[in-house]
């Protein structure tokens, strides 16, 4: 996806016009908006136009050198409590999507949607850590046999 030059422009110049993270997060049929911003927003970046609450969150990527599944930690203050409430009664894999928007025009996506899976989280009076997995490739099903030609011929060209 090319970004546009304001995004650019912002990325390497900074300037007046915010980059402003959006994130949804979905649970045990409930879905949460949130706005890295000082104040709220509605974007439809998602599909339709959904208002963005306003939050404070920090995306931490994980090391290049780690092995394994690689996961990054998400650490946010939960604005609204209800998502507090929910996450303790849950033991359900949260679904995380997050763009990223322009402040001046918070409906086309610069970036995103990313898209994650929690592995774990902890909540510590309002504030939420998640531990979040970008690919799941660990809980991939590998079927029994292998796709050769020699098994499967016919999914192969030139191949009887």
Known sequence: MPFSDQFLDQAFNGGGNPMITLMRVAFEGQTF???????SIT???????HLYQKSRFDLQLPDDTEEGTPRATLNFEAADIQIVRALRETNEVLVIDIWIVLGSNPNIAEFGPANYQSAAFNIDESAISIELEVEPVLHVQIPRDRFTPNIFPGLFEGVQ
């Open 33 to 39: 908006y949130f706005a890295n911003n000082n104040e």
């Open 43 to 49: 974007s439809s970046v998602s599909g339709s136009s």
